[in-house]
Each structure stands twice: as C-alpha cells, then as structure tokens.
C-alpha cells in the first residue's frame, strides 16, 4: 500500500499542478461561461484562486478513492489536506504582500505549487499513519468537500465584501 500510495500522491501531485495551473485561464478560455466559473476563477482575488486546487484535488480524490486498495481513510484525509493546502495558499499570499506591500505574480504560481505540495503531504500522512481508518469518518470527508464545494459556488456568485474575496486588478468582487 504505501508504494502504491506515494505513486499515487506523486501522479496526483503533477495532475492537480497541470490542471490547477490549465485551470487559470479556462473562465476566459470559456466566453466567460457562468458553469466554468463556478468552478475555476472568475478573477484574482485569493478566494478564486483557492479554486486551482480545490477542484483538482476534489477530482484526484475521486480517481485515488478508486485506485487505491485501502480506502476508509482516503475522503477524510483528503478533505483535510485539501484545508491544508488551501489554507497554506492564504497565509503565504498573506504574508508575503504584508512584508512587501504588494502582489508579485511569480509568487503567487510558487504559493500554489506550495499549496499543492501542503495538500499532498498532509494527506499522504494522514493515511499512511492509518489513525483516521474509520467508515464513519469518510461521511465527515464527504461532508467537508460539500461545504467547500457549495461555498466557492455561492461566494462566486455573491462574494462576501472583504479582501479575500476582492480582486486586487479592478477592485470588484465576484462574477
């Protein structure tokens, strides 16, 4: 299992970085499709681009849930590094445009791809440590990716007016 699983996290790794990194530029790629951006970044706030790995991740967790052999404590793991990742995305934004004053391309694909890495990571020893392995518990993984899932989709829509969720280029926020 755990060969098996570190393939997998490794094959993982390089689909939600080629995809989460495609995934930039489908909402204009699309016209500017509603579905698309539901589901991809409408513009450059720190929310939508959370999106980037959100919805690769969600998509790997599914295609891993099927290959691999073991898989009680694959959906809870995986929601909590899919947190973890996300949340490793917003501190670095944050940090790093509290020390300099601004946004700087380059690091923001760096604190992606760290973001990523975050997510594997936490994932890979989370099921590896085997201390999650509980039916019950892929309820709660299950749950936690519909709450995230139904929060990007609605805060697309109607983005609360704060920071994160305002786009530093044109000041708006949301669709």
Known sequence: ??????????????????LGTLGHFLYKWSGYNLLIGLF?????SVWEHLKLLFF?????????????????????????????????????FYTYTGISGKTIDILNVISFFIGVIIAFAVDYLIIKSKKLNNPKLSIVGIIIFIIICAMFVTFTVV?????????????????
């Open 40 to 44: 991809f970044p409408v513009n450059e």
């Open 56 to 92: 690769p991740y969600l998509i790997w967790t599914i295609i891993q849930y099927f290959l691999q052999d073991k898989k009680c404590e694959i959906i809870i793991a995986k929601s909590i590094g899919a947190i973890a990742g996300m949340l490793s995305i917003v501190m670095f």
């Open 1 to 18: 299992m755990k060969n098996k699983l570190f393939k997998n996290s490794i094959i993982g790794f390089v689909f939600v970085s080629v």
């Open 159 to 175: 983005p609360p007016l704060i920071p994160l969720f305002k786009d530093p280029q044109t000041a708006t926020y949301g669709i």
